[in-house]
């Protein structure tokens, strides 16, 4: 099996990571393509609510829980002291696809675009310590770049350069 494409967004809280993901995957989709996701969380974390059964399967022990129904199924891995799982690894766990979008993960070595918005609490550049940054998506003007820059909004833009760089095939 190929490898999948992937491409990063990276970003300081509230920089608008979030939004551009989730638009960026309404557009490929959109345009026929299969998309899976990677978000990067620096904070403990919770999909399960508190009583439910699988909840109570991870409290008494469980290393894998598999929630499974008609619609969807999801696997939590308790890392119990464990190191968290390399980005490699959380890759070789998902289902081929066409492009694998990366939220967060700011520090690997893969192509990304970097979301700028005024709100955002850090407003220092990444792109000027970061190689693998090759765009810049901003909701203001951002001067001192060579790299190009995209309206945070134009989302067809951003899509159509990130499928550029990552050698997506076109859809009829």
């Known amino acids: 099996m190929n490898a999948p494409k992937i491409f990063g967004i990276?970003?300081?809280k509230n920089s608008g990571k979030t939004g551009?993901?989730?638009r960026l995957v309404t557009e490929f989709t959109r345009r026929g393509y299969r998309i899976s996701t990677i978000k990067h969380a620096h904070h403990d974390f919770d999909i399960d609510k508190v009583g439910a059964d699988s909840y109570r399967h991870r409290e008494a022990?469980?290393?894998e829980v598999t929630i499974v129904s008609g619609?969807?199924?999801?696997?939590?891995h308790e890392l119990r002291g464990a190191p968290e799982p390399a980005f490699?690894?959380?890759l070789?766990?998902?289902a081929p696809c066409d492009l694998v979008l990366i939220e967060g993960y700011k520090r690997e070595p893969i192509p990304k675009i970097e979301a700028r918005r005024l709100e955002a609490a850090n407003r220092q550049p990444l792109a000027t310590s970061?190689?693998?940054?090759?765009?810049i998506a901003a909701d203001h003007a951002v001067a001192d770049t060579a790299l190009p820059v995209f309206d945070l909004d134009d989302t067809g833009a951003i899509a159509d350069f990130i499928a550029t760089i990552v050698g997506l095939e076109q859809r009829p």
Do not use: Q
């Open 10 to 12: 990276a970003g300081w």
């Open 20 to 22: 551009l993901a989730v």
């Open 61 to 63: 022990g469980a290393h």
């Open 71 to 76: 619609t969807r199924y999801a696997i939590m």
């Open 88 to 90: 490699e690894e959380i």
């Open 92 to 94: 070789a766990r998902l």
């Open 130 to 135: 970061d190689p693998h940054i090759c765009a």
